[in-house]
């Protein structure tokens, strides 16, 4: 029975994701029952890059909860691009990063993720971080501390102290 009654939101959302490569977060159902009949109302939230993930020749987006969907056309400009050796990684350990990010108030235009470290490229600074999945709890703060830093290869690796490059 192809019933709008029985309609869920998961269902939905499969539905959709499946057809849209995952762009849809999530998908809120409403059912009125009137004299007149069932209105259903559904409202979707669609996923809202930050950043684009350079995959070969192509990209891929990815969002604040570290999920990677398609690229589309007239995307946002001024994107963060991302490269990595490893997409799971990736998208496991980047809603930490993004967050620390945000909360540091710093802008970054390239992140590059790497075995044995995180490069973050900031206007002329480049700042060297721990592999992503051991950035300290405390990055924000850490990120915080070099503002005043405008150019230099920054090197947060280390608890004790900030290594500055000119």
């Known amino acids: ?32 029952v009137t004299l007149k009949g069932v209105s259903v109302k559904i409202r979707i939230e669609e996923r809202v890059p930050v950043a684009k ?3 070969g020749n192509t990209f891929l987006f990815i969002d604040r909860d570290g999920v990677t969907f398609p690229a589309y056309a007239n995307h946002p400009k001024g994107l963060v691009e991302i490269t990595t050796y490893d997409l799971e990684v990736l998208e496991a350990n980047f809603p930490r990063l993004y967050s620390q990010i945000e909360k540091a108030g710093i802008r970054v235009s390239k992140i590059r993720v790497l075995k044995d470290k995180t490069v973050l490229i900031s206007g002329r600074r480049t700042l060297i971080l721990p592999p992503i999945e051991l950035l300290p709890d405390n990055l924000a703060e850490r990120l915080s501390m070099i503002y005043n830093f405008e150019e230099g290869k920054i090197d947060l690796r280390f608890d004790r102290f900030i290594l500055v490059r000119n």
Do not use: H, M, P, Y
């Not at 009654?5 to 499969?14: G, V, Y």
């Open 53 to 55: 993930l350079k995959t």
């Open 1 to 32: 029975d192809g019933s709008v009654l029985r309609l869920k939101e998961d269902q939905i959302l499969r539905v959709l994701n499946e057809r849209t490569g995952g762009r849809v977060k999530k998908v809120f159902l409403a059912r009125e």
